[in-house]
């Protein structure tokens, strides 16, 4: 059996390999050092150098994202979380998180945990949650394995946020051969706290005692951080005990007693220990103020007995903070979480000098300098070279005439509507709780983006997740800015005001400089769109590394910079359904129709056709459409909107259509391709709809930016030039049981 005077010894550079280092890294610890680590040290160095904590192929330019506006209260990377100012002495924190890797191998667990850690970023702070959301990739939905990984997924997601109580309010779920091997799980949340009252993850004043508290220390998760930043291979099941196991009735406790205990000026700080566990909560609390601390593992409350210093360490068991008490008041903190039921244990001090000490059987096992660990500290910084892959060309050498329009249209919609990444997620999101706690005003009334009551405030929150990974496939800068674009757009068609974005970087290997190409170009994307709307990044998560061998092969996933947006509603009334409303009503087209049928479901699925630029997308056309959007809703106009996405027109009128069961009686328009016109998606156009009385007012006020009466919201028939496609309530009942019918289904 492994002691730990084995761990005491000098590592050599065949056991920093084999945790992850390159050799060049190996002799910069030594440099720091002074000596070669023992392998407790090397293991630390592992952890925190690993691309999941230190981002050091990403930082460089993650540092060109806009950050700043007048809103923010903290600035990406200061925190655990975004916080943003959303008036009347309230502030919002939120942030999203992948948890991609584990559930790879663990579906339930390794999404459950992810929701976990997700939640604790957010009332680490001093917030309490009010919001979930979730953006799902996975593969063929016909492979056994497809089918397993989600089932997994969305039960670990529904079971731990239903014990949690925090309501899921929105998400997107898409599938491609792409994540056959591996899945994305990427977990949103957003909680509100008073102004002025964040606790920080931070560490000072010499002499301060530093307590664990939460759940026992176990075996679980041990070197996760480091298993996040490789990748999935035929033997990573040997990696399982990366994967953690969460608990969510002791975080639901942890809950409760983080936020009484922030309630006091007890303590000095407060970190949640995810990747990298013990490891990374002492470093960067001590490296954001220059402090170190002295820590006994001995102390440490353990799950299983004979835990070694470096497993102490690494673990990465859920539902655990470091907090930093104030000198005197340990007792005050104490009481707290034993109402609670929960460990509260003195592990150590904080100390002068900036050196992270851990000692074990009075034995010091560790001494490294907690700058050396740190982003922004002595973390490596990497500039990696990129190019531009073959296909991209390929992909502007599409032409539109190279697709023969089908003759039977009402068999295209009908193949749309019954497409997994197109049909009803109904089977999932009843697998949420939806309506938990905070009141979930999209419900009843459902909107583009999922909106949230605030007690006792005319104001509410409104949230999105959205990327288009086959867009940014087909251009990484075009697309990438879409997606800001969407999230935008989601937010000004529920009556928000778009406030900031998080977001969830899911990339292949950033060694390949194709990959590398592809994230340099979501940034540049990002950055201008971000920039145009005025929603600075908040903080996220950089997640490389995912991709599959095949054929002796790295094939990595569609690049996937998942946007989380957050945005104000300025009054309830404001809040504007997605749905067709009275019989009789007006339907419109805000924004330009385009003869483009590029990177659509219709032409990816139905034609097949893999190989096309993303869609139409100017952003200046974007962003005056929105704000002309925005003051319709405002003066009262409108009576639903709902934008252009997915499945293009058609699906927009469908959706509009199926939750009075109102259908629409609407016109084409000659001078394009009718397949291009209902089912292409070219971007910044919204349908909707207007009581007859309003139609002077819309017109004059949507003259800028074009637009086109399409017809009335008529009957219960989809009817598109004289001839329908079907009832809504038939369309309906194929649309709401499709996945699950594909989920449910004997290959």
């Known amino acids: 059996m492994e002691t730990t005077a084995n761990h005491l010894a000098e590592a050599s550079l065949e056991t920093a390999m084999e945790l992850g280092l390159l050799k060049e890294e190996f002799e910069q610890i030594k440099e720091i050092l002074g000596r070669t680590p023992n392998f407790t040290e090397v293991s630390i160095y592992s952890v925190m150098w690993s691309e999941h904590c230190s981002y050091k192929n990403s930082i460089k330019w993650l540092k060109t994202l806009p950050k700043e506006g007048p809103h923010m209260l903290a600035e990406a990377g200061e925190e655990n979380a975004g916080l943003v100012d959303i008036g009347d002495g309230l502030a919002c924190a939120f942030k999203i998180e992948s948890h991609n890797h584990p559930s790879a191998l663990e579906p339930y667990q390794g999404a459950a945990t992810g929701v976990g850690g997700i939640n604790r970023d957010i009332f680490t702070m001093g917030a309490r949650p009010i919001a979930q959301l979730n953006s799902l990739r996975f593969g063929n939905i016909e492979l056994d394995r497809t089918k397993w990984l989600v089932k997994g997924v969305v039960k670990g997601i529904g079971d731990y946020g239903n014990s949690f109580g925090i309501p899921v309010v929105g998400g997107e779920l898409f ?11 990427n977990a949103m949340s957003a909680g509100i706290m008073k102004t002025g009252t964040m606790i920080s993850a931070t560490s000072y004043g010499v002499g301060n005692p530093v307590f664990i508290v939460g759940s026992s220390t176990g075996k679980d998760g041990i070197h996760g951080a480091a298993f996040a930043s490789k990748d999935i291979t035929e033997d990573s099941m040997e990696d399982l005990p990366a994967v953690q196991v969460g608990d969510p009735f002791q975080e639901k406790l942890l809950l409760e007693a983080s936020l009484e205990l922030a309630e006091t000026d007890a303590i000095i700080g407060m970190q949640d220990m995810g990747a990298a566990g013990i490891t990374c909560s002492t470093s960067e609390m001590s490296g954001k103020e220059g402090f170190g601390m002295i820590i006994d593992l001995d102390k440490v409350p353990c799950r299983q007995e004979g835990m070694l210093p470096f497993e102490i360490l690494l673990s990465e068991s859920q539902e655990r903070m470091l907090v930093v008490v104030k000198k005197g008041r340990e007792a005050e903190v104490q009481a707290i979480f034993d109402k609670w039921d929960l460990n509260c244990v003195e592990i150590g001090e904080v100390t002068e000098g900036g050196r992270l000490e851990y000692f074990a059987k009075g034995i010091k096992v560790a001494d490294v300098p907690a700058e050396s660990l740190v982003l922004g500290g002595g973390a490596p910084v990497y500039e990696r070279e990129y190019k531009e892959p073959a296909y991209y060309q390929k992909n502007k050498n599409f032409s539109i005439d190279s697709i023969e329009e089908p003759k039977d249209l009402k068999a295209v919609a009908k193949f749309l ?30 909107t583009d983006a999922g909106v949230v009551s605030i007690k006792d405030m005319d104001k509410a929150l409104a949230f999105t997740v959205d990327c288009n990974s086959r867009y940014v496939h087909a251009d990484p800068e075009k697309g990438c800015a879409i997606a800001v674009a969407e999230a935008a757009r989601n937010i000004v068609c529920s009556g928000g005001e778009p406030s900031a974005i998080t977001n969830c970087l899911n990339f292949g290997n950033p060694y390949n400089p194709e990959v590398y190409w592809q994230f340099v170009g979501a940034i540049k994307g990002m950055s201008a769109a971000c920039t145009k709307f005025k929603t600075p990044v908040t903080g996220g998560n950089v997640s490389f590394y995912n991709q599959s061998m095949q054929d002796g092969v790295d094939v990595p996933v569609f690049p996937t910079p998942t946007i989380g947006m957050m945005g104000i509603v300025p009054s309830k009334e404001n809040v504007t359904t997605l749905a067709f409303q009275n019989e009789g009503d007006l ?3 805000l924004g330009e129709a385009q003869n483009d049928i590029n990177s659509s479901e219709y032409l990816y699925a139905f034609h097949k056709e893999k190989n096309s630029p993303a869609p139409h997308f100017d952003l200046e056309t974007e962003f005056a459409l929105q704000d002309t959007l925005k003051g319709m809703i405002k003066s009262g106009i409108i009576a639903s909107a709902h934008d252009c996405a997915d499945g ?13 069961n109102l259908g629409f009686d609407i016109s084409t328009d000659s001078n394009f391709r009718k397949d291009a016109y ?6 910044s156009r919204v349908v909707v709809s207007i009581h007859p009385s309003n139609k002077e007012a819309f017109e004059k006020a949507a003259n800028a930016n074009g637009f086109t009466l399409l017809g009335t919201v008529k ?5 598109i030039d004289g001839e329908s496609f079907g009832t809504v309530a038939a369309a309906k009942s194929e649309f709401d049981s499709a996945l699950e019918n594909y989920l449910t289904s004997n290959n």
């Not at 599938?175 to 799980?185: A, G, R, S």
């Not at 497409?419 to 459902?446: C, F, L, R």
């Not at 009957?715 to 009817?719: A, H, I, L, R, Y």
């Open 587 to 589: 339907i419109y087209l």
């Open 648 to 660: 293009g027109l058609f699906m927009t009128l469908m959706e509009a259509s199926m939750p009075n």
């Open 678 to 683: 209902l089912f292409g998606e070219a971007q």
């Open 417 to 446: 509507w019954n497409h997994p990444n197109i049909a009803s997620k109904k089977w999932v999101m009843e697998q949420y709780d939806s309506m938990v706690g905070t009141i979930n005003m999209s419900t009843n009334n459902p």
């Open 175 to 185: 599938f491609d051969e792409c994540y056959n091997t591996n899945p994305l799980v």
């Open 715 to 719: 009957g219960v028939d989809m009817k």
